[in-house]
Each structure stands twice: as C-alpha cells, then as structure tokens.
T-cell receptor, first 114, second 116 residues
Framework: AQSVTQLGSHVSVSEGALVLLRCNYS??????LFWYVQYPNQGLQLLLK??????LVKGINGFEAEFKKSETSFHLTKPSAHMSDAAEYFC????????????FGKGTRLHILP | DAGVIQSPRHEVTEMGQEVTLRCKPI?????LFWYRQTMMRGLELLIY????????DSGMPEDRFSAKMPNASFSTLKIQPSEPRDSAVYFC??????????????FGPGTRLTVL
C-alpha cells in the first residue's frame, strides 16, 4: 500500500526566500511521485512528477523536487519565493503498473510574506 | 484539448433537493475520478471508473450519493436528498490507462456546492 505524509499544514516564507515543502512516502513497490498545486478557487494542476528516471525533477514555475530513496522523501523546493506561489501544495504517490489510483497527502498551504 | 470540464461551477440548493454534478473527461482517458474537498477532511476520493465501469466506490459517503458513467465522455455525480454537510467542492479528474505506467491525473475546475 502507498501513503504520503506532508509535514506542516501551513508554511510561511518571505518573498525571495527559499521554499521547502516536505513530503515523505511509503510504498511497497518503486513509486511514482507527484506534486500538485492548487491556487484559490481552482482545481489541482501538476507541478512535477518523478517516474523513476532522474532523481532531481524540475517542474513549472521554478519548482523542483528530489527523490531520495534512502530517506523515502520527495521534498519540493524553490530557490526564491514569489507572491504568486501562495497556494496549497499536494504531494501524491502511486504504484505504477499496479494501481489505478494516486494517493494524495493532506496538503500544505504556502503563505508568502511581503 | 479543453481539459476536464465540469458543470455547473457553482450550485446553491436547499436541503432535501436533488443535485447533479457533471463531468466530461479528457478524450482518450480511460479513468475518471470523483473527489470531494472540504476544509475539515481535505481531498477525498469518492469513486472512480475504468472504461465507464465503477471500480471502487468505497469512498462514497452514503447511499444518498450515486455516480454514473453512461459513456466515455460523460459522468454524473448525484446527491439525493442533499444535506448541508454535503457542502464542498467536488472535483472530477481523468487519467490514461494504468498500462501506460503514467497515471497522472488531470483535474477539472471543480463544482462548489452549497446546501442551505
């Protein structure tokens, strides 16, 4: 079975500061991992995904995430926060080739301080 | 492609009324998912279909909820009778076949339901 844990339901960073959103996963098979973003009053959209190729994955809007098998982590980072990054971020895991579903974490709301 | 389309975007109804939410998945996607999002419970998977067949409805909260997918391009989620606690944002998402190894889900904009 697969699961994800997002550490911190709310994270605040100053504009221009490093963004770090934490995600740890559990999976019985080599997983696929996703980060989705949800802006206010919108649906979820994919930021980036790890599908067993490069461990450092680059996504849209300057975000990237690194798959670390030894730590079972897939943390999301961005070097310099922008006000437009304020949103809710969801980490998700799936078991490719085996399971139809994606298991989502509870989400982390990112606040950007001026 | 227009992406996943949901209608209506907003629905306000009174307790006891029937509510029908609609979804058109991305063409060629074999999987369709219905989610509910609330502040208290976050994002919950209600039910999903593969090739128009319901696969797992264990997330459907009560018998008042039902979902259908009469064809590959249309699905409905119905609540009858509706209750105030059903107020939430309901999302539809679709994805390709599992056999591609890439089951990224594409979400619609959601339907915000308010039951008075």
């Amino acid at each position: 079975a697969q699961s994800v844990t997002q550490l911190g339901s709310h994270v605040s960073v100053s504009e221009g500061a490093l963004v770090l959103l934490r995600c740890n996963y559990s999976s019985s098979v080599p997983p696929y991992l996703f980060w989705y973003v949800q802006y206010p009053n919108q649906g979820l959209q994919l930021l980036l995904k790890y599908t067993s190729a490069a461990t450092l994955v680059k996504g849209i809007n300057g975000f990237e995430a690194e798959f670390k098998k030894s730590e079972t982590s897939f943390h999301l980072t961005k070097p310099s926060a922008h006000m437009s990054d304020a949103a809710e971020y969801f980490c998700a895991v799936s078991a490719p080739w085996r399971d139809d579903k994606i298991i989502f974490g509870k989400g982390t709301r990112l606040h950007i301080l001026p | 492609d227009a992406g996943v389309i949901q209608s209506p975007r907003h629905e306000v109804t009174e307790m006891g009324q029937e509510v029908t939410l609609r979804c058109k998945p991305i063409s060629g996607h074999d999987y369709l998912f219905w989610y509910r999002q609330t502040m208290m419970r976050g994002l919950e998977l209600l039910i999903y279909f593969n090739n128009n067949v319901p696969i797992d409805d264990s997330g459907m909260p009560e018998d008042r909820f039902s979902a259908k997918m009469p064809n590959a391009s249309f699905s409905t989620l119905k609540i009858q009778p509706s209750e105030p606690r059903d107020s939430a944002v309901y999302f539809c998402a679709s994805s390709q076949a599992v056999g591609t190894g890439d089951n990224e889900q594409f979400f619609g904009p959601g339907t915000r339901l308010t039951v008075l």
